[in-house]
Nanobody
Framework: QVQLVESGGGLVQAGGSLRLSCTTSGRTFSSYAMGWFRQAPGKEREFVAAISWSGLTTYYAHSVKGRFTISRDNAKNTVYLQMNSLQPEDTAVYYC?????????????????WGQGTQVTVSS
């Protein structure tokens, strides 16, 4: 069983930055693709960013491209989401997800394990 624990959420003013972290248990982290998703109040959960097992391939939602950066440190079993130029529409619960394959996808149902989520609130 893989457990994912997110951290780094909080309240920030528009234009500010936050870095989310997701640490996973287990020895197979380096063979998993990882993703970040978010769910705003009253909306469906949506894809934000994903990264392959090696870190060489990344994907971003159009709404965050150029502002957010996903990265990973396999030695620390951790994936990060650096969020810059945050806007009120980025307010959501952010979820980390792991996929039991090396290649990342943007499809929520492709991911096998999920964290509990961390709240990000951006004030205007």
């Amino acid at each position: 069983q893989v457990q994912l624990v997110e951290s780094g959420g909080g309240l920030v003013q528009a234009g500010g930055s936050l870095r989310l972290s997701c640490t996973t248990s287990g020895r197979t982290f380096s063979s998993y693709a990882m993703g970040w998703f978010r769910q705003a109040p009253g909306k469906e959960r949506e894809f934000v960013a994903a990264i392959s097992w090696s870190g060489l391939t990344t994907y971003y939602a159009h709404s965050v491209k150029g502002r957010f950066t996903i990265s990973r440190d396999n030695a620390k079993n951790t994936v990060y989401l650096q969020m810059n130029s945050l806007q009120p529409e980025d307010t959501a619960v952010y979820y980390c997800a792991a996929r039991r394959f090396q290649l990342a996808t943007v499809v929520e149902h492709d991911y096998n394990y999920w964290g509990q989520g961390t709240q990000v609130t951006v004030s205007s």
